[in-house]
């Protein structure tokens, strides 16, 4: 008797590995140096491409006192929440922009 291989099930909606409407997240060590462009926003680029749907060579504007940094780059050990802007929601092609935000707020307040 054989048996036909219908594929992996572990990936449809309801299952941990389903990835559909989840928020798209960055550890701090996968973006490059901090850098400030023209307007005077810190912006660092994404590295690798990410699982949750962030690809390299995206910006992810780092706001000021809002996002730990050492030494120039995003904090690492931690992982950031990504919110693509409303101009990268517009373009059809190319990198996408995000602000990142931390997952714990209240750990970085002044």
């Known amino acids: 008797m054989a048996f036909k291989m219908k594929g992996i099930k572990n990936f449809g909606e309801g299952t941990p590995l389903y990835k559909k409407g989840d928020k798209k997240t960055i550890a701090g ?5 901090i850098k400030t462009d ?3 926003k810190d912006y660092a ?3 690798y491409d ?4 962030i690809n390299e060579g995206d910006t992810l504007f780092a706001p000021k006192h809002k996002i730990p940094s050492v030494h120039g780059y995003v904090m690492g050990g931690e992982n950031y929440d990504a919110t693509e802007t409303e101009d990268s929601k ?3 092609k190319g990198p996408k922009s995000y602000t990142l935000s931390t997952q ?3 750990k970085y307040q002044d």
Do not use: H, Q, V, Y
Not at 29 to 33: K, L, M, V
């Open 50 to 53: 990410m699982a949750s749907g």
């Open 104 to 106: 714990n707020p209240e």
């Open 29 to 33: 060590e996968d973006t490059d140096i």
């Open 45 to 47: 680029l994404s590295m």
């Open 90 to 92: 517009k373009r059809k």
């Open 38 to 40: 023209s307007k005077g």
